[in-house]
């Protein structure tokens, strides 16, 4: 049980997958203009992430380099420059370093050795991706987050990720550790018990089918109206209409689609028995009406509510794993994907 409530081994986890693993930050819908930014510290490290005028992105730790004050104190916002509110060094939008108030009192800093620190930083799949380590100048900061993603990039744009938007964010924080926040996402084992008076209904008891693709999942769990399907051609139904999609992005990213749009949740460790959770519905387009806010502001509810009752049981787990119960967990024949997703942080954290 010390996956759950070991404060090294988590914090191993943190150094080696939080901060050297491709890490999803957010959705590109949120940095859609030339100098929108948002400002991410849910990974431990400080992040400043900026659209860039020829449509990239770029992220950078969000710490001035003359005394080390936080420069971009917003959560998001769309600038042309960044100025510290200490002292007013001012950093242009690539991180370069343009204005130091009374300069003359800093004659030996040569400006352009004193930029935003960099971290490496790309997109797919609408996801905006940061590898929260400092780099030094030297080091290439473009982040191929397509190959990290692998097979699964076509399959998420396929069901429209990139080209949404997103709707209705929540963060909350949970006394979890942040591997129980994901694990009970893994199977439908629970469906049934956990969720009988909600979404369960929808879903068949105790299935779900999972492919792995490299460190990541992809499950796939059939509502009952599939049934209908057996004698229907296939050219003419789509299988999100009658499933839905759940990826793993490993670590710590959910994106879940469904008939007419996705969710996504980011789970991030708070020490060890404790987890941030940030989470955002997908929408084909941003609501324009109130019929269409009543809408998504449903769906959101049916998500939070669903995820809350998750939640209930990986706090229930956490406060259990202190009594001395179990030495360990069992993980059944329905519950590989779990034991995909242990395995492969315990080879990732050995190996690094
Ligand atoms: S610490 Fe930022 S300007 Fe002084
Ligand atoms: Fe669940």
Redesign the pocket.
């Known amino acids: 049980m010390s996956a759950y409530s070991d404060e090294a081994r988590i914090d191993r986890e943190i150094q080696v997958l939080f901060r050297r693993l491709p890490i999803a930050v957010g959705h590109a819908s949120e940095l859609a203009r030339p100098g929108d930014f948002i400002t991410h510290d849910a990974s431990g490290v400080p992040l400043l992430v900026v659209r860039r005028d020829d449509g990239g992105v770029d992220a950078f730790v969000n710490v001035?380099r003359?005394?080390?004050?936080r420069v971009e104190p917003a959560p998001r916002g769309n600038k042309r420059a960044f100025s510290?509110p200490?002292?007013?060094?001012t950093y242009g939008k690539r991180g370069q370093l343009v204005t130091i108030p009374h300069e003359r009192g800093f004659a030996c800093v040569d400006k352009t050795t004193r930029g935003l620190v960099r971290v490496a930083a790309g997109e797919a799949a609408g996801l905006v991706f940061v590898t929260p380590s400092p780099l030094s100048p030297d080091e290439d900061a473009a982040l191929d987050a397509r190959a990290w993603l692998g097979p699964l990039a076509a399959d998420l744009e396929g069901f429209g990720v990139a080209s949404s938007v997103s709707y209705a964010p929540r963060s909350v924080e949970r006394a979890l550790s942040w591997k129980l926040a994901i694990d009970i996402f893994l199977e439908t084992y629970h469906l049934r018990p956990t969720h009988k008076e909600t979404i369960y209904p929808m879903f068949f008891d105790n299935l779900g089918l999972v492919d792995r693709s490299g460190p990541h999942l992809r499950n796939v769990f059939p509502k009952r109206t599939i049934k209908e399907l057996a004698h229907v051609p296939e050219s003419t139904w789509t299988l999100r209409a009658h499933a839905n999609v759940l990826f793993h992005l490993f670590p710590n990213t959910l994106v879940l689609v469904q008939p007419d749009h996705a969710a996504v949740l980011h789970v991030w460790p708070n020490g060890a028995g404790r987890a941030t959770v940030t989470s955002y519905l997908l929408v084909p387009e941003p609501p324009d009406s109130e019929k269409a806010r009543g809408y998504w502001d449903a769906n959101a509810a049916v998500l939070y509510g669903a995820t809350d009752e998750d939640f209930a049981m990986g706090e229930s787990i956490q406060r259990g794993v202190a009594s001395g119960a179990n030495r360990e967990v069992v993980f059944g024949a329905f519950e590989h994907a779990l034991a995909h997703f242990h395995g492969t942080i315990a080879e990732r954290t050995r190996d690094a």
């Open positions: 001035c003359h005394r080390g004050t510290c200490y002292h007013g060094w």
